[in-house]
């Protein structure tokens, strides 16, 4: 069965604002800093539209909400409100996360200037590597959390593969690479679709699921896989704890 997802168009130019779907105050669940304080920033907004996503409310037409918005200092405002105190910002990573954002990398380095001088330090920036990142992009993204997607998203390596932005995005050396994975057959397609195209030690395998049931039967054979092949584990602490529950 094939799959076309209805990604809604988005406005070529928004002047100095940034769509913003929602701003809240968690955990990092996935990746090199799983458990790690963070502060997530979701913006509106896809390229692709995954058949598994979980956040089409950001995306999807017919499912996309109406989000706001906001210019940087609106967006640091609500951020450090969120803290209470804002010196608890130089432990708290900023994540910014979608959707896709780097749709909105013109916008995002004035945006964590803003976020830096309300005492925000290190930011992460979470991406499906199809955007090549810009010269400013590259100064103030303190960590690239990549997630390349394989076809289980239901799209062709035509639409998910973009070799130059994921070479500029280990150019950096401040990125990780994760892949969703449903099956081991996604783990032949990883190998033989992004093979020289990203380091092997900075791969990370991250089981498919939006509830803790689907998380361990995946991640049980997946913890094998890992060992064997010589990648990194990351599980979703956060629906673990939570499931798929928003704001969280």
């Not at 955990?27 to 089409?56: M, S, V």
């Not at 997630?147 to 950096?172: D, F, H, M, Q, W």
Request: with cysteine; net charge neutral.
């Amino acid at each position: 069965m094939s799959y076309t997802p209805k990604v809604a168009p988005w406005p070529k130019k928004f002047a100095d604002k940034i769509p913003v779907s929602e701003i809240f105050h968690s955990i990092q669940g996935e990746g090199r800093y799983a458990g790690h304080p963070a502060l997530f920033i979701r913006l509106k907004y896809c390229n692709l539209g995954c058949a598994w996503c979980d956040t089409r409310f950001t995306w999807e037409e017919g499912q996309i909400e109406a989000g706001e918005l906001l210019t940087a200092e609106q967006i640091t405002a609500r951020a450090t409100a969120l803290l209470k105190d804002s010196s608890l910002a130089d432990d708290c990573h900023l994540v910014l996360t979608g959707g896709e954002p780097m749709l909105h990398q013109d916008r995002i380095p004035v945006l964590i200037a803003s976020l830096q001088a309300a005492g925000f330090r290190f930011f992460e920036i979470e991406t499906n590597g199809t955007y090549p990142p810009s010269a400013e992009m590259v100064a103030c993204i303190s960590w690239w959390n990549c997630s390349p997607k394989l076809s289980n998203n239901g799209l062709s390596a035509a639409e998910n593969v973009v070799p130059e932005a994921l070479r500029a995005i280990a150019a950096t050396g401040r990125a990780d690479f994760k892949f969703v994975i449903q099956s081991r057959r996604d783990l032949d397609e990883l190998e033989i679709t992004y093979s020289g195209l990203i380091p092997h030690n900075r791969i990370i395998l991250m089981p498919e699921g939006t509830t803790p049931a689907k998380i361990d039967q995946v991640g049980r054979w997946l913890l094998e896989e890992c060992r064997n092949r010589g990648y990194r584990f990351s599980s979703r602490l956060h629906i673990l704890a939570w499931g798929n529950e928003r704001g969280r």
